[in-house]
Nanobody
Framework: QVHLVESGGGLVQAGDSLRLSCAAS????????LGWFRQAPGKEREFVAA????????GLADSVKGRFTMSRDKVENTATLEMNSLKPEDSAVYYC???????????????????WGQGTQVTVSS
């Protein structure tokens, strides 16, 4: 069992920055790919960013490239999503997720992730 807890959400203005953190516990953290997903009201959960278990492979959704950065610390068992130049369309509940993998890359599919945090709200006003 993996327990994930997100923090760092809030209400900001367009153009501002936020840092989301995900703290993992309960299992060997390094064996998991970690991902960030988001879900706005009335919309499906969508991929934002992910890092493979080794840290060698990482990816971002096209909609956030150049603005968001994801990193992970296997020693501290944490993952961070740095969000810059935020836009109103970035408003959503952001979830951290863990995917038990035997490959070094990551998936952009939410249904591949077995463990999820409770989510943290990000609201960007125009």
């Amino acid at each position: 069992q993996v327990h994930l807890v997100e923090s760092g959400g809030g209400l900001v203005q367009a153009g501002d920055s936020l840092r989301l953190s995900c703290a993992a516990s309960g299992h060997t953290f390094a064996q998991y790919a970690l991902g960030w997903f988001r879900q706005a009201p009335g919309k499906e959960r969508e991929f934002v960013a992910a890092v493979g278990w080794s840290g060698r492979y990482a990816g971002l959704a096209d909609s956030v490239k150049g603005r968001f950065t994801m990193s992970r610390d296997k020693v501290e068992n944490t993952a961070t999503l740095e969000m810059n130049s935020l836009k109103p369309e970035d408003s959503a509940v952001y979830y951290c997720a863990a995917d038990l993998v035997s490959y070094p890359t990551y998936s952009e599919r939410a249904d591949m992730y077995e463990y999820w945090g409770q989510g943290t709200q990000v609201t960007v006003s125009s």
